[in-house]
């Protein structure tokens, strides 16, 4: 697997953090997006990702990762796009949304 990792910052200093791997097939990307699922403490929401012309490209998650007590809970979204699995991870859920409906329509 090949893996690409870019962290932003929003204008109040929270942190998203995107990382793409790319698997061997759109099969080990499935199984790699439900190991990811797996491990969460929480399942926020399961669905479908469509792209820019509305058709379906592969399942897509919200999950909550905790770490302990005095750290902020981390959220992720995740989807499968054919080989890829794109994960997209921050403290805020809503900075995640957004951020996923701006570069990711």
């Given amino acids: 697997m090949e893996a690409s990792v ?15 791997e790319w698997y061997k097939s759109p099969s080990d990307a499935r ?3 439900d190991a990811l699922t ?7 929401k399961q669905g479908t990702k469509n792209d820019a012309k509305g058709r379906v490209v ?19 979204i995740a989807w499968a796009d054919g080989d890829t699995v794109v994960r997209l991870s921050s403290t805020s859920l809503p900075l995640l949304l957004d951020f996923e409906n701006q570069y990711y329509p």
């Fill in 58 to 76: 592969g399942k897509r998650v919200e999950l909550v990762f905790s770490h302990g007590h005095r750290v902020s809970p981390e959220m992720v």
């Fill in 31 to 33: 199984s790699g997006l």
């Fill in 6 to 20: 870019h962290s932003y910052e929003s204008e109040d200093g929270i942190v998203v953090i995107q990382l793409r």
């Fill in 38 to 44: 797996k491990k969460a403490s929480r399942i926020i």
